[in-house]
């Protein structure tokens, strides 16, 4: 059986666990900075000692009321030994000396040997995993402490009602046990369903952060292909605008040969005429058709091209070109004198007429 030394063993252990736990919120309160997981394992101290406490009174009256078995005993022995234990182990993560000096025997628990710097952000990191599993401890033995609470009340209240005790007294006592019993059966369902959200939140944060990565991962392959495609189709487009400018230089060329001028009339015609654009070439092999927006280089040489057809002579072809205010041209560019030498008597023409205007040539 247990005795007075062991009752007080365990009412030791509940009081030195209420103490740390004032101790903890009373820092929490002042220290701003300290995280909120302190306060988580200040309560499951406090919470995990008053059960402790409770469990002692019921030990103390058992020589009475026999309600403990043997075993329920030494389960309450247990329960307050690994309690103590826990209760060490945290004085030990916080407090400065660490686990460098040993922790005095007393109950006395001040918040100046609590290492403030535990709690910093460079320093907290390391901390936190070692409050884990004293955390979880006390929950383990919370849980066997309510269950053997449980237990012993639930005997309690069916020796109360097989003895058919009649007294005011003893019914007051019954109503409390019941309402005690009550009270801790809805204080576990309000655990429980604390932790239960917790899980929750923590699975819902777990969630939101995997959506935020797969979308932003889509968004950076989306990027990417984009402007793949659109490189990819300024080269196609750069290359077909090439190939369309070649194929119109070898048509007008084609078509300068057709008007008998010389090469270096040719020459200087090709390096003045303006290049149509993607718009205006509308076919691959383009003509030199006279429209609203020509140039006189390129209107002499639409009238040449015509004279061509009427079988007129390479002197008015040149003639008609001239008329249209072509730049003027090189110094061993041939006159129509020089022309009219290689063709009949017949054909010439006067010297009026070759007109080269002497303003510079703008551009086309």
Known sequence: MVGIEQVSTILVVAQLGILLSKVLIEY??????????????????QTTSERLKEVANL????????????????????????????????????RKSGYNKPIPTDCVIDKDEIDISHFTRIKWPFVKPKLAVPRAELQRIKSDLILLFITVMARRAEAVYSSGYSSSEEDSEDENDRAQFHEFKKLRVLKEE???????????NIQRGEKRKMAEAE?????????AKFKE???RQKDERESRTRAFKGALEAQLSGL????????HILQHIRLPNDDEINSNTPNLEHDRTATPLEAGLFKAASASKFNLSPKLM???????????????????????????????????IWVIDSHPYEGI
């Not at 604390?194 to 819902?204: G, N, R, S």
């Open 28 to 45: 929490l309160e002042e220290a701003q900075e300290a995280p909120s997981r302190i306060l988580r394992i200040s309560n499951e101290i």
């Open 59 to 94: 030990v103390d009256v058992n020589q009475r009321t026999r309600l403990f078995s043997e075993e329920g005993l030494q389960s309450a022995l247990r329960a307050s030994t690994e309690c103590e234990q826990v209760i060490q182990e945290v004085r030990l993560i916080l």
């Open 194 to 204: 604390e932790k239960q959200l917790e899980d929750k939140a923590l699975l819902l």
């Open 219 to 227: 968004r950076e392959r989306i990027e990417v292909e984009g402007v």
């Open 233 to 235: 189709a300024l080269a």
């Open 260 to 267: 008998g001028l010389s090469s270096e009339q040719n020459e």
């Open 318 to 352: 040149w003639r008609r070109i001239m008329r249209n205010e072509i730049p003027k041209l090189p110094k061993d560019t041939k006159s129509p004198a020089d022309l009219a030498s290689t063709y009949d008597e017949d054909e010439s023409i006067s010297y009026e």
